[in-house]
């Protein structure tokens, strides 16, 4: 599996002080369904052994052991969007959302 974190996002996680990414899955409520979205929180998972750990450049990111990825390749940017939703300050691609 290659992680890429772009420059930004590095530079991101540095002026937060933060050198540990999570992601993950989750449901949420939409106006017609639930949807999956991926989060990403910046601290170690609770559960670590559902979770693989990756060291990308220094930082420890942990990724869902159930994640799908749709490539080889997982790259993290910051997010291009504002979001009301908590954990979305990055956008992940290269995984499957079911």
Known sequence: MNIIISPKAKEQLSIMGKNTMTIYTEA???????????????????ALEKYNMYEV??????????????????????????????????DVYGLELE
Do not use: H, M, Q
Request: net charge negative.
């Open 28 to 46: 949420v409520s939409s106006c017609w369904s639930p949807r999956a979205e991926i989060f990403v929180k910046l601290k170690e998972p609770e």
């Open 57 to 90: 450049d220094g930082i420890k990111v942990y990724l869902y052991k159930e994640a799908i990825p749709s490539g080889d390749t997982i790259e993290i940017t910051p997010a291009k969007y504002s979001s009301d939703l908590a954990n979305k300050e990055f």
